[in-house]
């Protein structure tokens, strides 16, 4: 079974700096999906970034960036010119390809809460 | 189309009443995901369903829950004879297909006294 571990329960940034959230995985398979879901206090996951583990070039989207290291079976969250309404619990989350076992769902992280201060 | 949605948002129930839960997803989406989440944890996965089709279920589903979706659309989950350790945010996700993200509701916030 994989494994998705958090070590940072929580993490503080200043507004308009950059931050790194830690993620690391255990898995024994070559080919899956890594994301990273945001959760505000409005509850509601919301989709921040995605890597194919095939892919060698780190994602982006915008402000977020993620460093993806398959050897090292991490990946991490960097949110860059940091925004007050980033303020969220971070969730890192795993997803095998093997759709008979799975049924592409998703096994999670603990969470890193972010504070943003103004 | 506004998302998936959950009703209701908050559910305040006692110890031993059933107590079940309805999400809709995202219209066109096939498949359809109950997860669990308890406070300062990740969502843990509960079932899977691809259109009427339960697929699976995890150990966590003890024998006093029980999820359908008829006709392949929203679904309902049902807790009977709910403990306290029963409280916890309930979150349904729907996604089109193998591959792509899930999309997840508000959830429904479970307290059992």
């Known amino acids: 079974a994989q494994t998705v571990t958090q070590s940072q329960p929580e993490m503080s940034v200043q507004e308009a700096e950059t931050v790194t959230l830690s993620c690391t995985y255990d898995t024994s398979e070559s080919d899956y999906y890594l994301f990273w879901y945001k959760q505000p206090p409005s509850r509601q996951m919301i989709l921040v970034i995605r890597q194919e583990a095939y892919k060698q070039q780190n994602a982006t989207e915008n402000r977020f960036s993620v460093n993806f290291q398959k050897a090292a079976k991490s990946f991490s969250l960097k949110i860059s010119d940091s925004q007050l309404g980033d303020a969220a619990m971070y969730f890192c989350a795993y997803r095998s390809l093997e759709e008979e076992t799975s049924g592409s769902r998703l096994t999670f992280g603990e969470g890193t809460q972010l504070t943003v201060n103004p | 189309d506004t998302g998936v949605s959950q009703d209701p948002r908050h559910k305040i129930t006692k110890r031993g009443q059933n107590v079940t839960f309805r999400c809709d997803p995202i219209?066109?989406?096939?498949?359809l995901y109950w997860y669990r989440q308890t406070l300062g944890q990740g969502p843990e996965f509960l079932t899977y369903?691809?259109?009427?089709?339960?697929?699976?279920k995890s150990r966590l589903l003890s024998d006093r829950f029980s999820a359908e979706r008829p006709k392949g659309s929203f679904s309902t989950l049902e807790i009977q004879r709910t403990e306290q350790g029963d409280s916890a945010m309930y979150l349904c996700?729907?996604?089109?297909?193998?591959?792509?993200?899930?999309?997840f509701g508000n959830g429904t916030r479970l307290t059992v006294t």
């Open positions: 369903f691809q259109n009427e089709a339960q697929l699976e």
């Open positions: 996700a729907s996604s089109f297909q193998s591959g792509s993200p899930l999309h």
């Open positions: 219209s066109e989406h096939n498949r």
